[in-house]
């Protein structure tokens, strides 16, 4: 094998410094070469690749209907990739978003299923307020095992995902089934006031769109402006400088998870209170896990995240026109999705790497 | 058949699974990889086993397949981990999500169909014992992943190549200067835990519920993660894990069947809730990690 790799493999060279180039080509670039892997995939399966391009990657912008949905999807996105992107710059891998977006649709979904008579203008930024506490307990219990018990966050919040979603089923095949509802596994439909109102009217997007870009912008400024952003990047990068500095590293996991949770819950509340108007159970079409995707896709940056939230809400409205119209199993966004990963795992490592030919190493060493 | 005797009679067909992929990521972490793509990689196994067996190929073929399948996705992962020295969480996690579309989108058309699964086959004199007679009545699929077991442990025991393993594991710069080549072996290790990953996704799909549903994997390739750290990564601990878990999923069964009245989605979340208060339990005895943990775990090697 080494004699093998020495043949004809290139072989990875650190740079001397990252390069600016690479950081900023790696997602088109991953974007592009995803698209031609999955396009190809396409034509196996037997599928018009022309067909399915169209729908994918350019009707969503056609029309103001379809773009609107683009705008709604980004939302969740986006909400839980920023808080996410937090954790992931710390080194805390909290994989769990999915089940603190579920708690927080639970938590939000309290008020109108328990009341479902009552009124006012303050249900629905409660309902917020809720699910954003919902999907920080969630996280908290991954917070307390990683930093009380010394256990592996990964693991733990993805178990507690896994029990949020039969957790989910139970409440709606149990006590909040909608009784009037022919026994689907569904809560009652919400009343007016617990809905976030609409922003652009004749579309489903709604006020929390603006929420979510505001919270963005706050991301942008905690973590590139404010010193409690800079000491989790630095336990993230040098954790040893981190302790020696005396940065609390129990500290930052739970910052880290519990800002996770915020968003993610956030989130969950604003799917229920929004487009969705109750608890259902496909309120989790594998937000939590996209947005780990578009965290990563976008650099880990709040700016470049923005942007990678746009691309991966597009890949969702495509991928559901697909459907309709190239007859595209709803399948493909999750190949799409984790082939487009990886495809920007490669990329990236042009950033702190090149490539060299074995052979001009070797002459240019004396 | 009481609980105690239907628990005992199931529990090495529902560990095998926890058991074959745990297996598998035990050698590939002893080499100082973290592969957290199991799950998919479980999925993508259980998919192709299942259209190979549904289209008469035959259960060899089908666990053939599966492993041949599984590992070729493993190395998609070795290339990029290891090769590009990508962050192994993240290509980890990529992996999973590639592995479960792959096999939503092949399993499509299969979903709800059924294959015939395994016989039984039942040791002389040791079936017939009362009580306990039960474990010794399996399909010849758990009676290899014993044989693995047992040879995967002697591995790491006595033999030169477990040694390698090891020392890659604990210390790649060492194993390298005295001539190994750490990304060879790293190599050969995720290939056999994405082999031992497609042949536990095969055994959930065409052995042990011969029925095709997607997300069928439910968490198992998670729980076979789980499962190292529990075993301290050692070959006799996760079996007896394994077991436990074999236990656990077999309970939820058990408690229904003598009308016990309990959500089915609590039975179903069992395995999860004893995942997380186990690890929970092991993780804080931070000794017993730091004595028993690979030193260079998700660490990228560079010469």
């Known amino acids: 094998m080494s ?81 996410l992107a937090i954790g992931f710059r710390a080194k805390v891998f909290n994989i769990g978003a999915e089940g603190q977006f579920i708690l927080g649709a639970i938590f939000a979904s309290a008020i109108p299923v328990w009341f479902p008579q009552a009124t006012g203008q303050w249900i629905w930024p409660v309902m917020l307020l809720l699910g954003t506490l ?36 139970y409440l ?55 010193f409690i952003g800079y000491k989790l990047q630095v336990g993230g990068l040098a954790p040893r400088a981190a302790s020696y500095a005396g940065f609390n590293e129990g500290w930052a996991i739970w910052l880290s998870l519990l800002i996770g949770g915020c968003a993610a819950g ?20 594998g937000y939590g896990y996209a947005a780990i995707i578009v965290a990563y896709l976008g650099g880990l940056h709040p700016i470049g995240i923005i942007v990678s939230a746009l691309c991966m809400a597009v890949l969702y409205i495509g991928g559901d026109n697909a459907m309709v119209s190239a007859n595209l199993p709803i399948a493909a966004v999750r190949v799409f999705q984790g082939s487009l990963l990886l495809a920007y795992l490669v990329a990236v490592a042009f950033v702190r790497y090149r490539l060299e030919w074995r052979r001009a190493a070797y002459r240019s060493q004396p | 058949m009481n609980a105690i005797e239907f628990i005992l009679a199931g529990m090495l067909a529902a560990a095998t699974p926890f ?10 972490e002893r080499a100082g990889v973290l592969n957290l793509g199991v799950e998919g990689l479980m999925a993508f196994g259980a998919v192709l086993a299942f259209i190979i067996v549904h289209h008469g190929g035959g259960h060899l073929l089908g666990f053939v397949a599966a492993g041949l399948g599984s590992a070729v996705l ?64 399996q399909d010849v699929v758990v009676w290899l992943s014993l044989a693995a077991t047992f040879a995967i442990w002697a591995m790491f025991a006595y033999t030169k190549i477990g040694l390698v393993v090891r020392a890659i594991g604990e210390n790649p710069k060492a194993a390298h200067a005295i001539g190994y080549s750490v990304i060879t072996v790293r190599f050969a290790a995720v290939a056999f835990g994405g082999t031992m990953a497609g042949f536990a996704g095969a055994y959930a799909a065409v052995v042990y519920t011969p029925l095709w549903a997607d997300g069928m994997i439910a968490g198992r390739g998670w729980i076979a993660i789980a499962l190292v750290v529990f075993g301290t990564w050692l070959t006799g601990r996760i079996f007896l894990g394994a077991c436990l878990f074999g236990a656990v999923s077999l309970m939820g069964l058990a408690a229904q069947a003598t009308g016990l009245d309990v959500p089915s ?22 000794r017993l990690l730091k004595l028993n943990g690979i030193a260079s775990l998700g660490e990228p090697f560079e010469r």
Do not use: C, H
């Not at chain 1, 026994?183 to 979510?212: E, H, K, W």
């Open chain 1, 3 to 83: 004699a093998f790799s020495a043949a004809f493999l290139p072989t990875l060279v650190r740079r001397e410094r990252a390069s600016l180039a690479a950081t900023l080509l790696a997602p088109p670039v991953a974007l592009a070469a995803a698209t031609v892997v999955n396009l190809e995939l396409y034509v196996l399966m037997g599928r018009d690749p022309v067909a399915v391009a169209y729908a994918m990657l350019l009707e969503p912008f056609l029309s103001w209907a379809s773009f609107s949905e683009v705008l709604l999807k980004i939302g969740p996105l986006l909400l839980i990739a920023q808080g």
């Open chain 2, 265 to 286: 989605q609590v039975l179903a979340s069992l395995p999860y809730l004893v995942t997380i208060i186990v690890l929970g339990v092991i993780s804080a005895d931070r």
């Open chain 2, 19 to 28: 058991l074959l992929a745990a297996l598998g990521e035990l050698v590939v």
């Open chain 1, 172 to 226: 709606l095949l149990g006590p909040w089934k909608d009784p009037n509802g022919f026994n689907f596994p569904q809560s009652v439909m919400f009343q007016y006031d617990a809905m976030v109102p609409i922003l652009i009217s004749g579309t489903r997007v709604n006020v929390s769109l603006l929420l979510t870009i505001a919270l963005s912008i706050a991301a942008w400024i905690f973590m590139q402006k404010s």
């Open chain 2, 74 to 137: 493993s190395l998609i992962f070795a290339v990029i981990a290891l090769g590009f020295r990508a962050n192994q969480v993240a290509t980890g996690l990529a992996i999973g999500i590639l592995g479960q579309g792959l096999s939503a989108l092949f399993g499509k058309t299969y979903e709800s169909l059924t294959v015939k699964g395994l016989r039984k086959l039942a040791l002389p004199w040791l079936s017939e014992i009362p009580v306990v007679g039960g474990l010794f009545i």
């Open chain 1, 266 to 285: 956030l989130a969950g509340a604003a799917e229920v209170a929004g487009p969705l108007g109750q608890l259902q159970r496909s309120i989790s079409t």
């Open chain 1, 134 to 169: 919902g999907g920080a307990l969630w996280a908290s219990l991954t917070a307390f095992w990683r930093v009380r018990l010394n256990a592996n966050e990964i693991l733990v919040s993805l178990m507690l995902s896994l029990v949020a979603a039969q957790f989910l089923n």
